[in-house]
């Protein structure tokens, strides 16, 4: 960089000016996703890529620091992350997060049971049907796909229906001795 001085004629020293490189945008944030559970009905957002010298934003509010244990306590649907650097004001791309929706409990099952009879000493529990993938269970640990539960000795059984990972509440079920 040189200056003149217009009336008379001089020129100053030169003087060299760098300018910097445009600062890069930070790379868009990498995460994990843990979707509502049985249990659990939101989700949890946890970004696995380094976070030092960043903020971040969730579905388009204002930036901050990352949280510890990630963005817990988020409804089901997409949700949208996006990162700042704390120098420079670089943003990355917006990246888009899906959470899985809230999977339903099974309704406690309908149970019929047979009761034994002087000619056969055993009963059996039949179960409603509770729709497809449905698993069911007369112990809360053993679940198989039929719905018919035979050669039964009296007692009390725990009927319940499986979908996925979530367990229906229990219908209590006598076969009488």
């Known amino acids: 960089l040189q200056s003149r001085d217009l009336v008379a004629g001089c020129t100053s020293a030169i003087v060299n000016v ?25 989700g949890t957002i946890t970004i696995t890529s380094g976070t030092g010298g960043l903020e971040f934003s969730l579905d388009g509010g204002a930036f901050g620091a990352y949280p510890a244990g990630g963005y817990a306590g988020l409804a089901s649907g997409n949700h949208t992350l996006q990162a700042r650097d704390l120098v420079a004001g670089c943003t990355s791309a917006i990246v888009n997060v899906p959470i899985a929706a809230h999977p339903a409990t099974p309704a406690a099952p309908t149970a019929t049971p047979t009761q034994p009879t002087c000619a056969v000493a055993t009963g059996s529990i ?9 698993t069911y269970s007369i112990d ?18 725990n009927v319940t229906v499986q979908i996925g990972t979530c367990v229906s509440v229990a219908t209590p079920v006598t076969i009488n001795p």
């Open 18 to 42: 760098t300018i910097a490189a445009q600062p890069a945008a930070p790379a868009d944030p990498a995460y994990t996703v843990a979707d509502p559970t049985c249990a659990i009905a939101t």
């Open 126 to 134: 039949d179960v409603a049907d509770a729709g497809l993938g449905a």
């Open 140 to 157: 809360g640990v053993n679940y198989q796909a039929g719905r018919n539960f035979p050669n039964l000795v009296p007692g009390t059984y």
